[in-house]
């Protein structure tokens, strides 16, 4: 694969490094989880380098904190709050119906939930796949007209951005029992499938959107210590060498910065121009996974696009949502 994209960043640029001389005035951009981790950095570089940014949060709160630290920094106020809850989905069409066609340029869906216990969104789905990616798609498909109607204003495509994972290798979608109500759970295959649904989401995503003027790909930010942790017990991190026994994170983890500048690369990256449907890591196309090489690349049945239409047929049933 001698032919992947790549540009001139690495696994440990920061950010601002990525944004640092792009021109993003007068365009608006949306993060979901925008109130914490990855997504306060995404958010910054992004109006840092001119862009109206609205943080899509569930605690209003955490995000209004966010965006007044954001302002604080780029000093300026470029920075609003939305609220939605990912994991129920009418409060996802409440907020693409009141952004209603006003252009978007850049979404990031960067939110999600991790390895949690076995619970059920409000539309009873299993969490991690209903928040990580029905949310997620119900939001961009809702949004589908604005950021058409971005491209339209700027005359080039729209880009939007989906969050997967090295979890996707842990297991693929199981269109069979996606919700686990027939086998059992386990925290860490429901995590991998939502993973792998995200990149599957942008090669469904970017092939019905391309000639409306919006390209989508997929994201793998690194390993970075968030509160995407959050329902992991000490004893386990220990256990997957992610943190020592006195809480000394093991080399090899990124800063928050640093472990959103893909995203932000997703976002501008002049080399990703017209190009969507790819899974991206450290600043570059990933390679195919190839275990000698240990954790990276990106799983064949990740990019299927055969795997990518069963998955939109789903969500369309599921959320009836549509394009």
Same mark, same amino acid.
């Given at each position: 694969?001698?032919?992947?994209?790549?540009?001139?960043?690495?696994?440990?640029?920061?950010?601002?490094?990525?944004?640092?001389?792009?021109?993003?005035?007068?365009?608006?951009?949306?993060?979901?989880?925008?109130?914490?981790?990855?997504?306060?950095?995404?958010?910054?570089?992004?109006?840092?380098?001119?862009?109206?940014?609205?943080?899509?949060?569930?605690?209003? /709160? @955490? !995000?209004? =904190?966010? +965006?007044?630290?954001?302002? %604080?920094?780029?000093?300026?106020?470029?920075?609003? #709050?939305?609220? *939605?809850?990912?994991?129920?989905?009418?409060?996802?069409?409440?907020?693409?119906?009141?952004?209603?066609?006003?252009?978007?340029?850049?979404?990031?869906?960067?939110?999600?939930?991790?390895?949690?216990?076995?619970?059920?969104?409000?539309?009873?789905?299993?969490?991690?796949?209903?928040?990580?990616?029905?949310?997620?798609?119900?939001? /961009? @498909? !809702?949004? =589908?007209? +604005?950021?058409?109607?971005? %491209?339209?204003?700027?005359?080039?495509?729209?880009? #939007?951005?989906? *969050?997967?994972?090295?979890?996707?290798?842990?297991?693929?979608?199981?269109?069979?029992?996606?919700?686990?109500?027939?086998?059992?759970?386990?925290?860490?295959?429901?995590?991998?499938?939502?993973?792998?649904?995200?990149?599957?989401?942008?090669?469904?995503?970017?092939?019905?959107?391309?000639?409306?003027?919006?390209?989508?790909?997929?994201?793998?930010?690194?390993?970075?210590?968030?509160?995407?942790?959050?329902?992991?017990?000490?004893?386990?991190?220990?256990?997957?060498?992610?943190?020592?026994?006195?809480?000394?994170?093991?080399?090899?983890?990124?800063?928050?910065?640093?472990?959103?500048?893909?995203?932000?690369?997703?976002?501008?990256?002049?080399?990703?121009?017209?190009?969507?449907?790819?899974?991206?890591?450290?600043?570059?196309?990933?390679?195919?996974?190839?275990?000698?090489?240990?954790?990276?690349?990106?799983?064949?049945?990740?990019?299927?696009?055969?795997?990518?239409?069963?998955?939109?047929?789903?969500?369309?049933?599921?959320?009836?949502?549509?394009?």
């Amino acid at each position: 694969m001698s032919d992947r994209i790549t540009s001139r960043f690495g696994a440990f640029t920061p950010a601002s490094d990525v944004i640092e001389g792009v021109d993003l005035s007068g365009k608006r951009a949306i993060v979901t989880g925008g109130a914490s981790g990855i997504g306060v950095e995404t958010a910054r570089a992004l109006a840092k380098a001119g862009a109206q940014v609205t943080l899509a949060v569930r605690n209003k /709160a @955490a !995000g209004e =904190a966010a +965006a007044a630290d954001i302002n %604080a920094s780029v000093g300026a106020e470029r920075t609003d #709050v939305g609220v *939605l809850d990912l994991a129920d989905q009418s409060t996802v069409r409440a907020f693409a119906a009141a952004w209603g066609k006003t252009p978007l340029h850049i979404l990031i869906n960067n939110a999600g939930v991790m390895a949690c216990p076995q619970t059920y969104t409000a539309d009873d789905l299993e969490m991690q796949i209903g928040a990580n990616h029905f949310g997620h798609y119900t939001l /961009a @498909a !809702g949004l =589908a007209p +604005a950021l058409e109607a971005g %491209a339209a204003e700027q005359g080039r495509p729209a880009r #939007v951005v989906a *969050l997967s994972s090295t979890g996707h290798f842990r297991s693929p979608v199981v269109f069979e029992d996606p919700h686990f109500r027939h086998r059992p759970y386990d925290k860490w295959a429901a995590y991998g499938q939502s993973k792998t649904a995200n990149a599957l989401f942008a090669v469904g995503f970017n092939a019905r959107m391309k000639d409306r003027g919006v390209n989508a790909n997929s994201v793998m930010p690194g390993g970075i210590m968030t509160p995407l942790q959050r329902h992991l017990p000490h004893e386990e991190m220990i256990a997957f060498g992610w943190i020592d026994e006195h809480g000394k994170i093991a080399d090899g983890f990124k800063t928050t910065e640093q472990g959103a500048s893909t995203s932000v690369w997703g976002a501008v990256g002049p080399e990703l121009e017209g190009v969507g449907g790819l899974y991206l890591e450290n600043c570059a196309e990933a390679a195919p996974f190839d275990a000698a090489k240990g954790r990276q690349g990106v799983m064949a049945y990740a990019l299927d696009p055969e795997a990518a239409e069963r998955l939109w047929a789903l969500s369309v049933e599921t959320t009836g949502a549509k394009l």
